[in-house]
């Protein structure tokens, strides 16, 4: 507050002075008033663009959860006859060499 033991050499420099600091807070706070709505004009752009970056970054992770998911589910289908393949070629591979032996031997390779 400014100083109210001010002394003036009229009513009318008084009432001036009055005036004119009422104006001065009147202006302020308009400013005030003014900033202030473009803060909260901006602040909702703001919060509109986050929750649209928000909801692409879910979709996204919804979108990678299923490719994910749909890519465990296809390793597992091929583990299965690789499995199956190992366990045969196991089995076949000496047999494979008692072949490759005899065909050695027998002079055809």
Do not use: C, H
Not at 38 to 56: C, M
């Amino acid at each position: 507050m400014e100083d109210s033991g001010k002394t003036f050499s009229s009513e009318e420099e008084e009432a001036n002075y009055w005036k004119d600091l009422a104006m001065t807070y009147k202006q302020r706070a308009e400013n005030t008033q003014e900033e202030l709505r473009e803060f909260q004009e901006g602040s909702r752009e703001y919060e509109a663009e986050l929750e649209t970056q928000l909801q692409q970054i879910e979709t996204r992770n919804r979108d990678l959860l299923s490719e994910n998911n749909r890519l465990r589910m296809e390793l597992e289908t091929i583990k299965v006859p690789r499995r199956s393949l190992n366990r045969q070629r196991r089995r076949w591979s000496p047999l494979a060499a008692s072949s490759w032996s005899l065909r050695l031997n027998l002079g055809e390779v």
